[in-house]
């Protein structure tokens, strides 16, 4: 199996479904350390939007017996961990009747799309420029452009994707500014039109991430790099005469590019919480406008639900990064041997 034992699979396995239950734990607890309850809070919306509402006491307290608000805590927990090993989300507090699986299914795709091209282009530019910077062959100018082009990585996304959209959007008016795409298009449809239109709305959410994450990536090779360079193996290959292209690529970069994949795995969940606020900002489609409205909304089980499918693609994707690390580095035994 290219090194990969049973026994280590299995260890890994179990840190994915322990990582799993931990989690669904906290997104059951914390939702509920703050003030109020949904019900409350919709009905409390409703007022504000009609004026008043007739027998609201009635209606909160037939909503929380509907939803099972007022069991005690132990069984609202074993029931919900119930429902997550079927699979089943609940419904929607704020939305009702509307699955939370019906939302999630219509959200999780776009932030899956936006987060996936920026890590691939942020972790590849990165990587790149870090390889550079450390190479003796690059060009002195190149060594001076491509620090210059760091000075994003000192903000948040926040600010970052504030900032392209009153350049890009509002002066210059060349992207649009909001939504994943053009609002002349009822829904998603597989046409070239809607797939550009998609990349025409997602490309300052998506530079929101890179220009802030590129940097420290090329910062972590670069210091690989210099690690790498006096290698007993670097220095043969140089006696050998082998072309300096190909010690770059296939002696430096291969060798230093694991631990920037350990690295990727570990920041991963910090991607996808950073990528919840540039969702907000762009009134992106995705899984973060939707976080946020159920944390203004305080729908447990829209929050539940939303934050748990998260914390299970993170989980997933460290999960197939840790078991293609011999593909990598084929030097890497996992066999415990």
Same mark, same amino acid.
């Given at each position: 199996?290219?090194?990969?034992?049973?026994?280590?699979?299995?260890?890994?396995?179990?840190?994915?479904?322990?990582?799993?239950?931990?989690?669904?734990?906290?997104?059951?607890?914390?939702?509920?350390?703050?003030?109020?309850d949904p019900i409350t809070a919709m009905v409390a919306r409703m007022s504000?939007?009609?004026?008043?509402?007739?027998?609201?006491?009635?209606?909160?307290?037939?909503?929380?017996?509907?939803?099972?608000?007022?069991?005690?805590?132990?069984?609202?927990?074993?029931?919900?961990?119930?429902?997550?090993?079927?699979?089943?989300? %609940?419904?929607?507090?704020?939305?009702?009747?509307?699955?939370?699986?019906?939302?999630?299914?219509?959200?999780?795709?776009?932030?899956?799309?936006?987060?996936?091209?920026?890590?691939?282009?942020?972790?590849?530019?990165?990587?790149?420029?870090?390889?550079?910077?450390?190479?003796?062959? +690059?060009?002195?100018?190149?060594?001076?452009?491509?620090?210059?082009?760091?000075?994003?990585?000192?903000?948040?996304?926040?600010?970052?994707?504030?900032?392209?959209?009153?350049?890009?959007?509002?002066?210059?008016?060349?992207?649009?500014?909001?939504?994943?795409?053009?609002?002349?298009?009822?829904?998603?449809?597989?046409?070239?039109?809607?797939?550009?239109?998609?990349?025409?709305?997602?490309?300052?959410?998506?530079?929101?991430?890179?220009?802030?994450?590129?940097?420290?990536?090329?910062?972590?090779?670069?210091?690989?790099?210099?690690?790498?360079?006096?290698?007993?193996?670097?220095?043969?290959?140089?006696?050998?005469?082998?072309?300096?292209?190909?010690?770059?690529y296939r002696y430096m970069i291969r060798n230093a590019i694991l631990p920037?994949?350990?690295?990727?795995?570990?920041?991963?969940?910090?991607?996808? %919480?950073?990528?919840?606020?540039?969702?907000?900002?762009?009134?992106?489609?995705?899984?973060?406008?939707?976080?946020? +409205?159920?944390?203004?909304?305080?729908?447990?089980?829209?929050?539940?639900?939303?934050?748990?499918?998260?914390?299970?693609?993170?989980?997933?994707?460290?999960?197939?990064?840790?078991?293609?690390?011999?593909?990598?580095?084929?030097?890497?035994?996992?066999?415990?041997?």
């Open positions: 199996m290219g090194g990969l034992s049973l026994n280590y699979i299995m260890r890994r396995l179990l840190v994915f479904f322990l990582t799993l239950w931990v989690a669904a734990t906290l997104i059951f607890i914390i939702p509920r350390l703050a003030p109020g504000q939007q009609a004026g008043f509402v007739e027998n609201a006491d009635l209606i909160i307290e037939g909503w929380k017996e509907r939803f099972g608000l007022n069991d005690p805590v132990y069984v609202q927990y074993l029931r919900y961990m119930g429902n997550l090993l079927r699979f089943d989300l %609940g419904l929607a507090m704020a939305r009702f009747p509307s699955p939370v699986s019906q939302l999630v299914s219509r959200a999780l795709p776009w932030t899956i799309g936006l987060v996936g091209i920026a890590t691939l282009i942020f972790f590849t530019v990165g990587n790149l420029f870090g390889a550079l910077l450390a190479w003796t062959k +690059t060009p002195k100018l190149v060594k001076v452009l491509i620090p210059m082009s760091m000075i994003f990585t000192s903000i948040p996304p926040l600010l970052a994707g504030l900032l392209l959209v009153y350049i890009f959007g509002f002066l210059l008016d060349i992207f649009p500014q909001a939504y994943a795409y053009h609002h002349s298009f009822r829904q998603p449809e597989f046409t070239l039109k809607f797939i550009g239109s998609v990349l025409h709305h997602g490309f300052l959410p998506a530079m929101a991430i890179v220009l802030v994450t590129f940097g420290y990536w090329a910062l972590g090779m670069r210091g690989m790099m210099v690690t790498i360079e006096g290698e007993d193996y670097m220095i043969l290959a140089q006696a050998k005469g082998l072309k300096p292209f190909y010690v770059l920037q994949m350990t690295a990727l795995a570990v920041s991963i969940g910090t991607l996808v %919480g950073g990528s919840v606020l540039v969702e907000v900002i762009f009134n992106y489609n995705g899984m973060g406008t939707l976080i946020f +409205t159920a944390i203004r909304e305080q729908d447990f089980n829209l929050i539940q639900g939303t934050s748990f499918i998260l914390i299970v693609t993170s989980a997933l994707a460290v999960l197939i990064i840790d078991l293609s690390y011999p593909l990598i580095d084929p030097r890497i035994s996992l066999e415990g041997k």
